[in-house]
């Protein structure tokens, strides 16, 4: 049996075969599951923000897409993955409130996953499946088994990339 480790509220972790990671509470945050399909690894972060650039101080690095993703992957590096064996499934980028002609500052959800799918994509790492955007949270778990994603919604119910 797995073992399950839970990943919080901008925080990140990697765990070698069996493990399954879980995130909770991705409304405008995004969730970044990292598997390597040589080793089996994972890798999971929660992020808040996209870009650390806006902070005064970056006490925390996996608050942040741009700094938060460059850590994930240099974890699953520690644990022996190669960078090239990398998958993303990404959820979460919700638009949890409704604003009247909002600006896009205030659209979190959307930018989150847009500099998410940046820094991927700069990082030569694929975005297999994913599932944002909407107006509802998410809960995720990856399996090391074979990167399945489950991604578990309210009204919605579970889906697997």
């Keep these: 049996m797995a073992d399950l480790i839970k990943v919080g509220m901008a925080d990140l972790k990697v765990a070698n075969h069996p493990a399954v990671l879980t995130t909770l509470?991705?409304?405008s945050?995004?969730?970044i599951a990292l598997?390597?399909?040589?080793?089996k690894n994972v890798g999971l972060a929660h992020i808040m923000l996209p870009t650390s650039t806006i902070a005064r101080e970056v006490t925390n690095r996996a608050k942040f897409a741009?700094?938060?993703i460059i850590d994930l992957v240099k974890e699953m590096k520690v644990l022996g993955s190669d960078q090239r064996n990398l998958?993303?499934?990404i959820a979460g980028g919700a638009q949890m409130f409704a604003f009247t002609?909002?600006?896009?500052?205030l659209k979190i959800g959307l930018r989150n996953s847009e500099a998410v799918r940046t820094i991927l994509k700069e990082m030569n790492i694929p975005i297999v499946c994913e599932d944002t955007g909407g107006n509802y949270g998410r809960t995720i778990e990856i399996s090391?088994?074979?990167g399945r994603l489950m991604v578990r919604t309210i009204g919605f119910g579970i889906k697997y990339l």
């Excluded at 598997?35 to 080793?39: A, I, L, P, S, T």
């Design 25 to 27: 509470g991705l409304g």
């Design 101 to 105: 002609g909002a600006s896009e500052t």
């Design 87 to 89: 998958i993303a499934k």
């Design 35 to 39: 598997f390597d399909q040589r080793k």
């Design 29 to 31: 945050c995004v969730g």
């Design 144 to 146: 090391s088994e074979d």
């Design 66 to 68: 741009d700094t938060g």
